[in-house]
């Protein structure tokens, strides 16, 4: 059974920061695109970055540089590095492996929350 695991979420204040990592386990993700998607309380989830097998990076217009997404591996494992966070970076935060179109992946875990606080 493929499960990917999120965990580093949590509490922040404005400016501050979080890294988040997601574990992923049952498969081998070294051939496929992993990232991340959020939701916020009454908005629809949203992509936030993804990183391909060959370590090409896109992210949303809304997180570009202050958010890194990067991955290990040989831990079958992807991180997302949150710095200089707002109180709009509040929401789930989800995992995702194997993307299969446009904003499509295969693979889901079941979020992490992060909280930022102004």
């Known amino acids: 059974q493929v499960q990917l695991v999120e965990s580093g979420g949590g509490l922040a204040q404005a400016g501050g920061s979080l890294r988040l990592s997601c574990a992923a386990s049952?498969?081998?993700?070294?051939?496929?695109?992993m990232g991340w998607f959020r939701q916020a309380p009454g908005k629809e989830r949203e992509f936030v970055a993804r990183i391909s097998s060959n370590g090409v990076t896109t992210y949303a217009d809304s997180v570009k540089e202050r958010f890194t997404i990067s991955r290990d591996k040989s831990k079958n494992t992807v991180y997302l590095q949150m710095n200089s966070l707002k109180s709009e970076d509040t929401g789930v935060y989800y995992c995702v492996g194997q993307r299969v179109g446009p904003g499509r992946y295969a693979h889901w875990g079941q979020g992490t929350q992060v909280t930022v606080s102004s």
């Open positions: 049952g498969r081998t993700f070294s051939s496929d695109s």
